[in-house]
Structure formats: structure tokens, C-alpha cells
């Protein structure tokens, strides 16, 4: 099984996805955030999941993965933080599946 979500909060801060044998699917792109870098936690355990992120937003991956992946596909990627710009910082695991993250 698994589940879609859209979120439209302009004060962003976060929040935790688990995906175990399904998957998810969270579209944050007309969502904002007030105040530093927001936190996604995630953990996939033979599952999958797709994070879409506004243009603006930097993302930031610190999450693990053991016969999986995690794919950063924003344009952000690799760029200097420019002040002032919205971060969302992914942490966790990824099991035997894998997270893309993309705009």
C-alpha cells in the first residue's frame, strides 16, 4: 500500500515518512517555510518513496542507504546556499528501497 499527500502549510518544519513494503508520495511544492531549515525523516524498508520540493528550496540529504538509494535530483544540487534561501534537510535510512527527491 501507500499514499499521496500535498501539503500547502507556508510555515513548513517538517515531519517524519515511513514506508514499509508500499510507498509514498508528498508533494511539497506550494508549501513555504517561515523559519531555518525544516527536517524530513525518513525510513524505507523494502518500499519506495518520491519527496517533491519547491524550485526555490535547497535540499540537503543526510540520510543513509543499504540496498538502496536516495537521489537528490533538484537543480540545487551541489550549489552554494545563497541567505535567506528555504533548506530542507533529509535524514534517515533506506532498506532494500530507495527516496527521490526532485522539484
Same mark, same amino acid.
Not at 515518512?17 to 508528498?26: E, P, R, Y
Not at 519506495?48 to 520540493?53: A, C, F, P, Q
Given at each position: 500500500?501507500g499514499?499521496k499527500?500535498?501539503?500547502?502549510?507556508?510555515?513548513?518544519? !517538517?515531519?517524519e515518512?515511513?514506508?514499509?513494503?508500499?510507498?509514498?508520495?508528498?508533494d @511539497?511544492?506550494? *508549501?513555504?517555510m517561515?523559519?531555518?531549515? *525544516?527536517r524530513?525523516d525518513i525510513?524505507?524498508?523494502?518500499?519506495?518513496? $518520491?519527496? #517533491?520540493?519547491?524550485e526555490?528550496?535547497?535540499?540537503?540529504?543526510? *540520510?543513509?542507504?543499504?540496498?538502496? !538509494?536516495?537521489?537528490?535530483?533538484?537543480?540545487?544540487?551541489?550549489e552554494? @546556499?545563497n $541567505?535567506?534561501?528555504? #533548506? @530542507?534537510?533529509?535524514t534517515?535510512? *533506506? @532498506?532494500?528501497?530507495?527516496?527521490?527527491?526532485?522539484h
Open positions: 500500500s499514499f499527500r500535498r501539503i500547502f502549510s507556508q510555515a513548513f518544519k !517538517g515531519g515518512l515511513t514506508s514499509i513494503f508500499g510507498a509514498f508520495d508528498v @511539497l511544492r506550494k *508549501a513555504g517561515q523559519d531555518g531549515p *525544516a524530513i525510513f524505507v524498508l523494502f518500499g519506495g518513496g $518520491e519527496l #517533491r520540493v519547491p526555490d528550496w535547497r535540499v540537503d540529504i543526510q *540520510a543513509s542507504a543499504i540496498f538502496g !538509494g536516495i537521489e537528490d535530483k533538484t537543480h540545487t544540487h551541489g552554494a @546556499l $541567505e535567506g534561501q528555504p #533548506r @530542507l534537510v533529509v534517515g535510512m *533506506a @532498506l532494500f528501497g530507495g527516496v527521490e527527491v526532485s
